[in-house]
């Protein structure tokens, strides 16, 4: 009897203290952070970073040691995991009892280690899930060399959590370094000083001692070979793809030169390009030193640079100056999208710079009219408390924030707005920026806190409200006028020939078929399609462009390519439109999921569960 009571005495107190040590030890999300951690009064300083990149059992084991600075002499430290299994944790060499709080399915789990007022270190050892947000494992065959397999990461927003313990927010800064071993054979790099060979041993180390946020944490492992530019810029990919993908980027020192010009000296050494393998889910991702790129950008032409003048100016407005939360994204990307221009119309003129204004422009409309001119989620500044934040993440931070930006230098003059711009970059490297103190620097800067031309701009409209505000610049340019004629004559004669294609480059294609009526009719498909060779062109934008056409026109013809299209290409921006179009359909529903259910395999996981999203809502 006696036993007996003490047995279920040891499980109860073992229940109820195991449900005590969980409320204690678990510090609740912040919504407008997006975090679990204490960041603020025990924020990480500096991560040593040791991994194994396994892929057979597509596992990432590693052990992360951060030091940290316990500020308030708070009895724990929390941090941000998701899906990792933690095996020990250490202070001091010795073991140390954590807990897990109640996971979370957008924001993962609460892991609280116990610290003393004197600890300033601890180690977490560790190994990823296999719902790793932060990771894609890539068979040989989905790479170009179809040999060995390949990792990347992708950490933005906050992902880096599912690859480390980590205080996952973009308001506080680490340095690192790290030890990654790779099977032999492969090469590793990271957003950091990388190698330019692969080594025997497998074994590459990595520092990074100008401090980031962890979303700018990154690592890329497989067949990688490097080939220089010039001495400060240069291209990883794999050996086939080398010569190509460094013709294609000859000019980035020129566009380090216009970005210099406008952001002031680039601070973080070497600025390199990964272009990845094809299932890359974004076009590009602005990781310190080290940009990622999708292969989609190399048109053989030169046509789609203006994405790594996109990356690179992260390196000021992103990388320099960050989004403190992402409720504040648009001072990263609308800041960026108005400088990567600045850089195109430094390097290739006013005339083509134009069209990529205007292309953005109409992505800018098309999500106006998808969420409603009214929708909270049209505003620069969004509130996204509590919702994932890519939740919601649309071209509105990108295009409305960098025709505000434009507004603003066309009101002001070129000259005190670039005085302006250069002193933002300086004044406030290494700070996180929230909307309210952008805004307050530019009354004080840039206005030189002259409220009335403040007003006369509707400068709250514009962050604050809804829709578009009616002083947004916007002028059809000129080398789209030239199409837009050709594409009317075209269209009343339906003869090719009025289409004088010659000096086009990738954007003119987009605007003739973005403005083409959609469904157009076989007749005129045919005849663009024998002239021109559509179907099946390499150059993704315009191949996406033709395909939605073609959908919507129920150009049957060009189906198999488009399957082909979809099944190589991981751009989510390339693939949501399409399944979105033959969704619209019946008879293409069947289709949207059978292509589907044999891509989905080479998506990754957050590609792959959107477009899940897409063709199972009929
Ligand atoms: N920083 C972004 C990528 C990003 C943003 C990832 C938000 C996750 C959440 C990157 O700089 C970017 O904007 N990439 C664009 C290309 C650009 C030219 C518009 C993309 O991937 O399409
Ligand atoms: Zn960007």
């Known amino acids: 009897m006696i036993n007996k009571i003490s047995l279920w005495g040891f499980i109860w107190m073992s229940l109820f203290g195991m449900s005590c040590q969980h409320k204690i030890n678990n510090h609740p999300l912040n919504e407008v952070m997006h975090t679990f951690s204490n960041y603020d009064s025990v924020p990480?300083?500096?991560?040593?970073?040791?991994?194994?990149?396994?892929?057979?059992?597509?596992?990432?084991?590693?052990?992360?040691?951060?030091?940290?600075?316990?500020?308030?002499?708070?009895?724990?430290?929390?941090?941000?995991?998701?899906?990792?299994?933690?095996?020990?944790?250490?202070?001091?060499?010795?073991?140390?009892?954590?807990?897990?709080?109640?996971?979370n399915k957008e924001f993962g789990t609460c892991l609280g280690i116990p610290i003393g007022s004197n600890d300033s270190i601890v180690s977490i050892e560790y190994t990823t899930g296999a719902n790793a947000t932060a990771l894609q494992w890539l068979a040989p065959l989905q790479t170009a060399g179809k040999k060995l397999p390949?990792?990347?990461?992708?950490?933005?927003?906050?992902?880096?959590?599912?690859?480390?313990?980590?205080?996952?927010?973009?308001?506080?800064?680490?340095?690192?370094?790290?030890?990654?071993?790779?099977?032999?054979?492969?090469?590793a790099v990271m957003s950091a000083k990388?190698?330019?060979?692969?080594?025997?041993?497998?074994?590459?180390?990595?520092?990074?001692?100008?401090?980031?946020?962890?979303?700018?944490?990154?690592?890329?492992?497989?067949?990688?070979?490097?080939?220089?530019?010039?001495?400060?810029?240069?291209?990883?990919?794999?050996?086939?793809?080398?010569?190509?993908?460094?013709?294609?980027?000859?000019?980035?020192?020129?566009?380090?030169?216009?970005?210099?010009?406008?952001?002031?000296?680039?601070?973080?050494?070497?600025?390199?390009?990964?272009?990845?393998?094809?299932?890359?889910?974004i076009g590009g991702m602005e990781n310190p030193r080290l940009t990622f790129a999708t292969p989609t950008i190399i048109a053989g032409d030169k046509s789609l640079v203006s994405l790594i003048a996109h990356e690179m100016a992260h390196s000021w407005s992103g990388n320099l100056?960050?989004?403190?939360?992402?409720?504040?994204?648009?001072?990263?990307?609308?800041?960026?999208?108005?400088?990567?221009?600045?850089?195109?119309?430094?390097?290739?003129?006013?005339?083509?710079?134009?069209?990529?204004?205007?292309?953005?422009?109409?992505?800018?409309?098309?999500?106006?009219?998808?969420?409603?001119?009214?929708?909270?989620?049209?505003?620069?500044?969004?509130?996204?408390k509590g919702r994932h934040p890519e939740n919601g993440f649309t071209n509105i931070p990108y295009e409305k924030g960098a025709v505000f930006i434009k507004m603003l230098e066309e009101n002001m003059g070129r000259k005190k707005f670039d005085a302006y711009l250069n002193n933002y970059f300086q004044t406030n490297a290494f700070v996180p920026m929230t909307t309210k103190k952008c805004l307050a620097f530019m009354q004080q800067y840039l206005f030189e806190n002259d409220i009335k031309i403040k007003e006369k701009l509707h400068i709250q409209d514009w962050v604050f409200s809804p829709g578009l505000p009616n002083n947004c610049p916007h002028k059809n340019p000129i080398r789209f006028e030239k199409v837009d004629t050709?594409?009317?004559?075209?269209?009343?004669?339906?003869?090719?020939?009025?289409?004088?294609?010659?000096?086009w480059t990738t954007h003119e294609w987009l605007q003739l078929l973005r403005k083409l009526p959609h469904p157009l009719d076989h007749t005129k498909m045919n005849a663009l399609d024998n002239a021109?060779?559509?179907?099946?062109?390499?150059?993704?934008?315009?191949?996406?462009?033709?395909?939605?056409?073609?959908?919507?026109?129920?150009?049957?013809?060009a189906y198999p390519a488009m399957q082909d299209f979809l099944g190589?290409?991981?751009?989510?921006k390339f693939l949501e439109?399409?399944?979105?179009?033959?969704?619209?359909?019946?008879?293409?529903?069947?289709?949207?999921?059978?292509?589907?259910?044999?891509?989905?395999?080479?998506?990754?996981?957050?590609?792959?569960?959107?477009?899940?999203?897409?063709?199972?809502?009929?």
């Open 486 to 503: 050709a594409r009317k004559l075209f269209e009343q004669s339906g003869d090719v020939k009025n289409l004088v294609t010659t000096n």
């Open 44 to 103: 990480c300083k500096h991560l040593n970073w040791q991994a194994k990149v396994n892929f057979e059992t597509k596992q990432i084991t590693g052990i992360a040691t951060w030091t940290f600075e316990n500020k308030n002499n708070s009895p724990y430290i929390y941090f941000d995991t998701y899906d990792l299994s933690i095996q020990h944790v250490t202070i001091n060499q010795q073991n140390i009892d954590y807990s897990l709080g109640k996971p």
């Open 321 to 384: 100056v960050t989004n403190a939360t992402w409720n504040d994204v648009w001072l990263n990307e609308g800041f960026t999208t108005y400088f990567e221009r600045r850089i195109m119309e430094a390097i290739s003129g006013k005339d083509y710079n134009d069209m990529l204004w205007e292309l953005g422009y109409q992505d800018m409309e098309s999500d106006f009219k998808d969420l409603g001119m009214d929708s909270p989620d049209t505003k620069l500044y969004v509130d996204l």
């Open 568 to 572: 190589k290409v991981g751009r989510k």
């Open 150 to 187: 390949y990792l990347f990461t992708q950490c933005e927003t906050i992902h880096a959590r599912s690859l480390l313990p980590c205080q996952d927010l973009p308001a506080l800064r680490v340095t690192y370094q790290a030890d990654i071993e790779v099977p032999k054979g492969m090469m």
């Open 194 to 281: 990388n190698p330019q060979a692969k080594n025997e041993s497998g074994k590459y180390h990595f520092d990074m001692e100008i401090p980031i946020p962890t979303y700018l944490i990154a690592l890329a492992v497989g067949d990688i070979s490097y080939k220089a530019i010039d001495a400060r810029s240069g291209v990883y990919t794999e050996p086939s793809m080398l010569d190509k993908a460094a013709a294609e980027l000859s000019d980035i020192p020129m566009m380090m030169a216009a970005a210099e010009k406008l952001g002031g000296p680039y601070k973080w050494g070497n600025y390199d390009v990964l272009i990845a393998p094809p299932s890359f889910p």
């Open 577 to 618: 439109p399409l399944y979105r179009e033959m969704m619209n359909t019946e008879a293409n529903q069947k289709m949207a999921k059978d292509i589907f259910k044999q891509s989905k395999d080479n998506y990754h996981p957050q590609t792959a569960k959107k477009i899940e999203g897409i063709i199972s809502k009929k």
């Open 532 to 557: 021109f060779q559509l179907t099946g062109i390499s150059n993704c934008e315009i191949a996406d462009e033709w395909y939605k056409l073609s959908i919507s026109s129920n150009y049957e013809k």
